[in-house]
C-alpha cells in the first residue's frame, strides 16, 4: 500500500492555500485563520516549493491565481468537502448538542408535549438539548435555526426532505358533560343538519388550507349550511380547551385528540368524520443531517 505521508504536503499549508485562494487575499485569508499575513506567505511557499509549482501571482499587495493554482483550488475545495463528510459520517455527536423541532401551536400543545415527555423518560440521550419551537406558519417554521419540523400540507421544498407524518381526519366532539345535555338526536349527529344547529367552536384559519366548519361541512357536501358559531379563537388548542369546558362542539383532529377521545375527556358525536386529503410532513433540514436528526425523525415516525 502507498503511503501518503511523504507524497503529501504539511496539511496548515494546504488549507492556508485553500483560504487564501477562496478569499484572492492573504490579509483576509489570515485573519479568518487567526496567523499573520507573513505566515500566509510561508505556508504558501512551503505548498509551492513542495510541488515545484507557482500558485499565485504577485502585483505587489495584490495576489492571483494561476492556471495550476485554479486548478488545485477546485480540486481541493471537493476534497476538504469530502474529508468533513467522511468526519461526520463517523463522528459521535455530544449528547448535548442542540436539536431543534419546530410544529404548529396545536400539534406541539396536544401531540408533541406528552409525546416528548415520553421520550426524555426513555431515552434521555436523544432528548438532552431537544428545543421545541412553536409557530403557527410556515415560514416562522422552517428557518435556518430548525433542523426538524412537523408542517401541514407542505409542498416540496429544495432545503428539506419531506415524509408524510399522518394523514389529516376530522370529526365532532364535546365533552360528556356537554353531549348528557342533548337530545339523542343530537347525540348521534346523522344528519349534518343537526350538527350544524349546535353551538359550534371555531378558529381562524390562518394558513388558507386550514380546515375549520365552514370547510368541514363543505368537504361533508353541505357548503352554505347556515352555521351556529358561537364562538371563533385565535388557535386551535383554545377551541379545545373550550369544548373540554362543555361550551360547544369542536372540531377534532384525531392525532390531536385521540388522547383526550380515550381518556373520556372529549367524546365523538356520532361517526360523522372528513378527511382532508392534507398530510402532515416530517421535514428534515438536509444541511443539518446528522445520526441525531435521523434518530428523532425515526423516533416521531414511530409514535404515530
Known amino acids: 500500500m502507498k503511503s501518503f505521508r511523504h507524497r503529501l504536503p504539511p496539511l496548515n499549508s494546504l488549507l492556508t492555500f485553500e483560504a487564501a485562494a477562496r478569499h484572492a487575499n492573504f490579509t483576509r485569508a489570515a485573519s479568518e485563520l487567526h496567523i499573520t499575513q507573513a505566515a500566509v506567505s510561508r505556508q504558501i511557499a512551503i505548498l509551492e516549493h513542495h510541488i515545484d509549482t507557482k500558485l499565485f501571482h504577485r502585483h505587489g499587495r495584490r495576489v492571483s491565481l494561476t492556471a495550476a493554482g485554479q486548478q488545485l483550488s477546485q ?8 474529508m468533513i463528510d467522511a468526519l461526520e459520517s463517523v463522528s ?3 449528547p448535548n448538542a442542540r436539536l431543534t423541532l419546530a410544529a404548529n401551536s396545536a400539534i406541539s400543545h396536544l401531540w408533541l408535549g406528552p409525546m416528548l415527555n415520553r421520550l426524555r423518560a426513555t431515552q434521555p440521550t436523544l432528548a438532552s438539548g431537544l ?4 409557530a403557527d406558519h410556515h415560514r416562522d417554521i422552517l428557518t435556518e435555526d430548525v433542523d426538524l419540523a412537523i408542517c401541514y400540507d407542505m409542498a416540496p421544498h429544495p432545503d428539506w426532505q419531506l415524509t408524510p407524518l399522518f ?8 365533552s360528556p358533560d356537554f353531549i348528557a345535555e342533548l337530545p339523542q338526536g343530537a347525540r348521534d ?3 349534518l ?6 353551538p359550534l367552536l371555531d378558529y381562524e384559519r390562518l394558513e388558507p388550507n386550514w380546515i375549520n366548519w365552514p370547510r368541514w361541512f363543505s368537504g361533508m357536501g353541505k357548503p352554505g349550511l347556515a352555521l351556529n358559531v358561537q364562538r371563533q379563537f385565535t388557535s386551535y388548542h383554545l377551541v379545545l380547551d373550550a369544548a373540554l369546558a362543555g361550551q360547544g362542539v369542536a372540531l377534532g383532529s384525531h392525532q390531536q385528540v385521540s388522547a383526550l377521545v380515550a381518556r373520556g375527556q372529549l367524546v365523538r358525536l356520532g361517526t360523522l368524520e372528513y378527511s382532508s386529503g392534507c398530510d402532515y410532513w416530517l421535514a428534515a433540514r438536509l444541511e443539518s443531517q446528522n445520526p441525531r436528526q435521523a434518530a428523532l425523525a425515526s423516533w416521531l415516525h414511530e409514535q404515530v
Request: net charge positive.
Open 131 to 134: 428545543r421545541l419551537i412553536t
Open 92 to 94: 459521535r455527536p455530544s
Open 193 to 198: 343538519p343537526l350538527l350544524a344547529a349546535l
Open 189 to 191: 349527529c346523522r344528519e
Open 75 to 82: 480540486r481541493l475545495a471537493t476534497s476538504f468537502d469530502f
Open 167 to 174: 394523514t389529516e381526519t376530522l370529526y365532532p366532539v364535546a
